[in-house]
């Protein structure tokens, strides 16, 4: 890396410095290597103006781009400076190739990201990956690789503006941008209309100030520029009146509720990774923010996602918008994603209050998270018909959250309430759980008879009597379904299997299946449970399992 600039010492003064990093990425199916130049302690009256120059040294391809940096947009990512092709081994193992033609092309046309067949080049550098619920990429060297990326980076800064007033920030050429400025590749598939965005920006068809919001829309996505919530939740609203709706989905972590929810990786057996209990427990959040919600997204649509942050920024909390259609009729539902180092279980807490017209829709949700088990759901927040958006104001929502580590056990001896808005209490053994009748009619076979046949005479009580039912199995159940992902005790998976089979509810036997799966535990009779309860994903995974026992040994990788 070369520094060559006559303001060099008034920057090592102000002890602005600079950190490259390099990161795996996968977006869009593509799988590249993404590029990160930081640049720290930047005073707030201050902007930068940059040169960033990249040379491959195996094959001579240079480019060269201008950049501004300020403390807020003090990060400028090179996307995709290298893409990779993608190649499934028969042990099931991904193994993606990085060519060394590949790393700093100017333009992706052409380029192929899958293959039947591992490709090997005279120079090449093979990885395997996995991409994680949320988002990242794990990726680990192969033994056989003794080839990298070469390359040269020049960084010029060659003016420094000292300034009262806010600069004002338009697009520069950004990398594999082609005739725009922004790589449409990167845009189109989360924003349909970008391209129509961006050349009314170039007309000067919009005004000045939403000119430069929008360069700032565009910035926190690609680049990653760190901005407050404040800021972020400004920006969320020019997002979407441009009809960027996912635009929430790139900033920071990822992890929307509905896809880590449906991952199969996202329950297991086993005790939680917990700290001693501790009156005094860390907070990690403890929040309060009021959030407009003006986009309720229809059932196939993507959720409207807000975000917050810890301190840090090692944490967040993804909390996604949308709708649930349960025995033909709409619901407002909400889950959160706690996301980041989860290196402990946390006590995690959702108070949401939402006023429509003269009174208050009040809703709360607790439950103890970890790496695992880290949803919490609120599936039937209130009816979509009580609800409008006509007006243009949208939903104003009045968010607490409180994230605390060390969590003490806090279920109730004697009552529970399920999140959301209930309407029957299930009693077993002098206890009871309030639950709505839609939510668990839609999943369970036999709920939905008991609730709904006039034929039975439960379909008209208030409190139903579960003589059968033991009251923690039945808790246990109710947590795997209302949050979708869990992390099952040794003694109590195969009872809430047993349960959920004998209530038909397919939902819950797909995340103890999952659990099954990812459970390393030799004692777990997997063969057997998947014979006994008709499990098709386990035993398509041990027979898969025995597959791959019987393949001829692969070179070692590098874990």
């Known amino acids: 890396m070369i520094y060559n600039s006559p303001v060099d010492n008034i920057l090592k003064r102000l002890s602005v410095h600079e ?19 930081e640049c720290q302690n930047i005073p707030h009256d201050v902007s930068v103006t940059t040169g960033i120059s990249f040379r491959n040294c195996i094959t001579g391809r240079k480019e060269r781009f201008f950049f501004v940096f300020d403390a807020q947009r003090n990060t400028y990512c090179y996307r995709r400076i290298a893409t990779g092709i993608r190649h499934v081994r028969e042990d099931g193992v991904t193994i993606v190739s990085f060519p060394i033609d590949r790393f700093l092309k100017a333009e992706e046309e052409g380029e192929v990201f899958e293959s039947v067949e591992q490709k090997k080049w005279p120079l090449y550098v093979p990885f395997t990956w996995k991409v994680l619920e949320n988002g990242e990429v794990e990726a680990g060297a192969m033994k056989r690789c003794f080839y990298g990326h070469e390359f040269r980076l020049t960084i010029r800064y060659l003016l420094i503006i000292d300034h009262s007033a806010p600069i004002t920030h338009f697009l520069a050429k950004w990398p594999k941008s082609g005739e725009l400025a922004v790589q449409a590749e990167f845009f189109e598939p989360v924003w349909p209309q970008f391209k129509q965005v961006l050349l009314s920006m170039d007309r000067g068809e919009v005004s000045r100030e939403t000119r430069e919001k929008l360069t700032d829309v565009l910035g926190v996505y690609y680049h990653q520029w760190p901005f407050q919530e404040k800021k972020l939740l400004e920006l969320q609203e020019v997002a979407l009146r441009f009809g960027f709706y996912r635009f929430m989905e790139g900033v920071g972590i990822g992890g929307d509720f509905l896809r880590v929810t449906a991952s199969m990786r996202t329950a297991d057996i086993g005790s ?20 407009i919600v003006r986009r309720l997204p229809e059932i196939t649509e993507p959720s409207t996602i807000f975000k917050a942050f810890d301190e840090q920024r090692e944490r967040q909390l993804n909390v996604s918008f949308y709708r649930s259609k349960l025995r033909g009729k709409q619901f407002l539902s909400i889950g959160a994603v706690l996301v980041g180092l989860l290196d402990t279980s946390y006590d995690c807490s959702l108070h949401i209050t939402l006023k429509i017209g003269g009174k208050s829709v009040v809703r709360v949700a607790r439950r103890r998270l970890n790496h695992v088990q880290n949803t919490l759901g609120i599936p039937v927040f209130c009816a979509m018909e009580e609800l409008s958006m006509e007006d243009g104001r949208g939903l104003e929502f009045e968010v607490k959250m409180l994230v605390r580590e060390d969590v003490n056990d806090h279920l109730p001896g004697f009552y ?3 999140p959301g808005m209930n309407d029957v209490m299930l009693r077993m053994e002098g206890k009871g759980i309030a639950v709505n009748k839609y939510y668990l009619g839609h999943h369970a076979e036999f709920f939905r008879t008991m609730f709904f046949n006039e034929n039975f005479g439960e379909h008209k009580k208030e409190i139903i009597d579960l003589k059968s039912a033991d009251y923690e199995e039945t808790l246990q159940f109710l947590d795997a379904l209302y949050h979708g992902t869990k992390v099952f005790e040794d003694s109590s998976y195969s009872k809430v299997l047993r349960k959920a089979d004998e209530w038909i509810c397919d939902n819950v036997v797909g995340i103890v299946e999952k659990a099954i799966i990812n459970c390393a535990n030799p004692t777990i009779e997997k063969e057997r449970l998947a014979s006994e309860f008709a499990l098709p994903k386990l035993s398509e995974h041990l027979k898969e399992l025995e597959r791959i026992r019987n393949l001829p040994l692969e070179p070692p990788v590098i874990s």
């Open 19 to 37: 950190d490259v990093s390099f990161a795996f990425s996968e977006r869009h199916g593509v799988p590249a290597v993404d590029f990160k130049l």
């Open 272 to 291: 939680e990774r917990r700290k001693k209990s501790s009156e005094n427990s860390r907070v990690i959040f403890n929040r309060k923010a009021t959030w």
């Open 416 to 418: 529970h309430e399920m």
